[in-house]
């Protein structure tokens, strides 16, 4: 059984950094795209961040130069390094992955973690 689960949210100062980590737990799978997406109040989910297992990422133009995407393939594990936070940057922050078995591929979500810059 897969599990994704995410963490590192918390309260911020506008100008302060957050790292926010998702580590995808089971055996016998390989993760393909991970994917950082965020949901304001009163707005729809967007993507943040994209990386795939090998190759360049995507970074949403709001957080270009501030937001930072990385990967560790070995622990199943992507980051966000969020800097520079804007209290626009509040929100619920979720993990996306697309994780293959040698039976299925299936897409998953992890709970959220709620992030709040304050001004």
């Known amino acids: 059984q897969v599990q994704v689960v995410e963490s590192g949210g918390g309260l911020v100062q506008a100008g302060g950094s957050l790292r926010l980590s998702c580590a995808a737990s089971?055996?016998?799978?390989?993760?393909?795209?991970m994917r950082w997406y965020r949901r304001a109040p009163g707005n729809d989910r967007e993507l943040v961040a994209t990386?795939?297992?090998?190759?360049?990422?995507y970074l949403a133009d709001s957080v270009k130069g501030r937001f930072a995407i990385s990967r560790d393939n070995a622990k199943n594990t992507v980051y966000l390094q969020m800097n520079s936070l804007k209290p626009e940057d509040t929100g619920v922050y979720f993990c996306?992955?697309?994780?293959?078995?040698?039976?299925?591929?299936?897409?998953?979500w992890g709970q959220g973690t709620q992030v709040t810059v304050s001004s």
């Open positions: 996306n992955v697309d994780i293959t078995t040698p039976t299925s591929a299936r897409n998953y």
């Open positions: 089971g055996s016998g799978f390989s993760i393909n795209y």
């Open positions: 990386i795939p297992r090998f190759g360049g990422t």
